[in-house]
Structure formats: structure tokens, C-alpha cells
């Protein structure tokens, strides 16, 4: 069954430090996202992207956050100077049926940032 | 008032049990609808999508969505010990155009033997 595949599984970094999270989407799909999740907290939305651009980011995505499709394979996000609060899990999800259609999550890269 | 609001639990049932988890919210413009289960530190895994009112059955699971009260619910029948984990539901709106899913907090489900 094909899956949302993501890497690192765990980073750690310093702070200050830029870093790149990995993600391949389901073969086929459009739709592509990054959500992430503080321990114990809600998974949050961060950034929609489409057509090879953002079609929706949230507050917490400035300027230190950016996303990528290098190829047709692989979707990126990229932290430039990360801080301590940006440790959390960092999901990535995919869907193939529009924008509102099913979104698949990846089992997700744990950020830590010391 | 938070737009999506869960009680995080946790829930405790034996075996057997039927389980019914819950959701509301503000924003009546939500139309999508989901259910995701989450082990620890795993991701999401989808397990319903409805789409505005009504129920939706899938083995085990059926998903329900009254919009008139702006409340849904997932009812798990016949609960398992490997259904233990955390229940996430999440909603979108056609207004915002890119389906960015809104998530609440989550309720934590233990399914004991």
C-alpha cells in the first residue's frame, strides 16, 4: 500500500542551526502539507503547497520556514535558524483527490533543538 | 472559544466495550470531516473521512456528523487492546482552498484486557 515516507525519523540540532526535513509523498498526488506537533500539544497546520507553489501557510511559517519540491519525488522543509520552540514532530501528508480529498501522514521527524 | 474542542481523556474500557469519542466546534463552514488514530510518536493514520452530514460505517468504526450541533462522533464497537491510542479529529473548510486540516487536541483511549 503506498505511504507518506519521511526522513530523518529523529534530528537533533543546535540552535541557530539550519536543518532540511525530508519527505516523499504518495506516488500520484498533488496535495502536498506540513503539519507539526509540539509534545503534548495539537497537531498544527504550517503550509499547503500545489503546483509547485505555497497555497496556504499559518502564522507559525515566517520567514525562517521554507518548502520545496527539488524533483518530482521529494518535498522538503526547511528550518534557516532554528529555535529551541521549534522542537516538535514534523509531519508531512499528501493527497491525491484535491484539496479536500483524503490526507495521508507520514509517521513524521522529531526535531530536537538544543 | 477554540474552533475545534476534544476532551483529551484519557478513557479506560474493558475489552468489548463500545467507545464513543467526540468532537465540536464554532466554525460552521467546517465541511470535511476526519478521524485519525495516533500511536506514540507515530504519525496520524487515517481512519474515517466524511464529507458534511450523516454517518459513515467501516467495519468496526462508524463516523457520525450533525452540523446542525456542530458535534461529531466516532463509536468503536467490539474495542480491542490494539485499538489503545490516541484519537485526533480534524476538519476543513472549503473557504480556506487548500484543505488545511484544523485538529483537536486529541482523546487518549486504553482499551484494557
Known amino acids: 500500500e503506498p505511504e507518506v515516507t519521511q526522513t530523518p525519523s529523529h534530528q537533533v540540532t543546535q540552535m541557530g542551526q539550519e536543518v532540511i526535513l525530508r519527505c516523499v509523498p504518495i506516488?500520484?498526488?498533488?496535495?502536498f502539507y506540513w503539519y507539526r506537533q509540539i509534545l503534548g500539544q495539537k497537531v498544527e497546520f504550517l503550509v499547503s503547497f500545489y503546483n509547485n507553489e505555497i497555497s496556504e501557510k499559518s502564522e507559525i511559517f515566517d520567514d525562517q520556514f521554507s518548502v520545496e519540491r527539488p524533483d518530482g519525488s521529494n518535498f522538503t522543509l526547511k528550518i534557516r535558524s532554528t529555535k529551541l520552540e521549534d522542537s516538535a514532530m514534523y509531519f508531512c501528508?499528501?493527497?491525491?483527490?484535491?484539496?479536500?480529498?483524503?490526507?495521508?501522514f507520514g509517521p513524521g521527524t522529531r526535531l530536537t533543538v538544543l | 472559544q477554540k474552533e475545534v474542542e476534544q476532551d483529551p481523556g484519557p478513557l479506560s474500557v474493558p475489552e468489548g466495550a463500545i467507545v464513543s469519542l467526540n468532537c465540536t466546534y464554532s466554525n460552521s463552514a467546517f465541511q470535511y470531516f476526519m478521524w485519525y488514530r495516533q500511536y506514540s510518536r507515530k504519525g496520524p493514520e487515517l481512519l474515517m473521512y466524511t464529507y458534511s452530514s450523516g454517518n459513515k460505517e467501516d467495519g468496526r468504526f462508524t463516523a457520525q456528523v450533525d452540523k446542525s450541533s456542530k458535534y461529531i462522533s466516532l463509536f468503536i464497537r467490539d474495542s480491542q487492546p490494539s485499538d489503545s491510542a490516541t484519537y485526533l479529529c480534524?476538519?476543513?473548510?472549503?473557504?480556506?482552498?487548500?484543505?488545511?486540516?484544523?485538529f483537536g487536541q486529541g482523546t487518549t483511549l486504553q482499551v484494557k484486557p
Open positions: 480534524a476538519m476543513s473548510s472549503p473557504s480556506s482552498n487548500t484543505g488545511k486540516l484544523i
Open positions: 506516488s500520484n498526488h498533488l496535495y
Open positions: 501528508a499528501s493527497s491525491g483527490t484535491g484539496a479536500f480529498g483524503e490526507q495521508f
